[in-house]
């Protein structure tokens, strides 16, 4: 949005680039220039852009997938962000929905009512 290539947030290809495949990631450029961070960035997609977690998931795991480290590290490192994602999901659904209903599934925290993105630890 920053550039002007989109007029805001809801005409960004983002689901369009998911749905045809294409490995989709989210960076931040200039982090101090902007004042942002990756969860920054990722909290704006999902709320602003209506992407749920499944995507988020995916999302997360591309970016550690693309990471510029040797294979070997690379590998590693995924397996321990997707068992971490797995435990954030496990923590998520197990948590009491504090004396009201759960928020809808387009929101924050992992949806209770979709299945995961299984993640390839190959890249």
């Known amino acids: 949005m920053q550039t002007g290539a989109v007029r805001d947030l809801r005409s960004h290809p983002l689901k369009f680039y998911q749905d ?16 942002t961070t990756v969860s920054k960035e ?6 602003e852009m ?3 977690w499944p995507s988020l998931k995916s999302i997360i795991l591309n970016g550690f997938k693309s990471a510029f480290l040797p294979f070997h590290e690379r590998r590693a490192m995924l397996r321990a962000v997707a068992i971490e994602l797995e435990q954030l999901e496990r923590e ?3 948590r009491p929905a504090r004396g009201r209903a759960r928020r809808p599934c387009s929101r924050p925290a992992p949806c209770p009512d979709r299945s995961p993105v299984a993640p390839s630890p190959d890249g």
Do not use: E, K
Not at 20 to 35: A, C, H, K, P, S
């Open 20 to 35: 045809l495949g294409v490995r989709v990631t989210v960076n931040t450029d200039n982090r101090l220039i902007t004042d």
């Open 50 to 52: 209506d992407v749920g």
């Open 42 to 47: 990722l909290f704006i997609v999902h709320t």
């Open 92 to 94: 998520f659904h197990s």
